[in-house]
């Protein structure tokens, strides 16, 4: 018995809902199997994800990825200030 009937038995026992209720949900794709999970799947490979990702989004090259570029240094910047420049 799967949960789903269990469920039902245990409404219909208690009084908690109706057998045509119970009927109505059996239709559903769900309870006829339509909705099965899918397998699990590995992760993705990821090695060198960050350095390509590095290398999209940057002028700077792979040959050395530890100087950082000063364009992408977060900086503090007051609200007004920040809103003032659009």
């Given amino acids: ?15 908690k809902i109706e057998p045509e209720a119970v009927e109505n949900m059996r239709s559903w794709p ?15 490979d990821v090695d060198g994800l960050v350095l390509d990702l590095d290398a999209a989004y940057s002028d700077s090259s792979l040959v050395s990825p530890d100087q950082a570029d000063e364009s992408q240094e ?3 910047v007051d609200i007004d200030t920040f809103l003032a420049s659009f």
Avoid: I
């Avoid at 018995?1 to 009084?15: I, P």
């Fill in 30 to 44: 769900g309870h006829r199997g339509l909705w099965q999970a899918s397998a699990p799947r590995a992760p993705p």
């Fill in 74 to 76: 977060l900086t503090d």
């Fill in 1 to 15: 018995m799967t949960w789903q009937e269990a469920v039902f038995a245990l409404s219909l026992a208690e009084d």
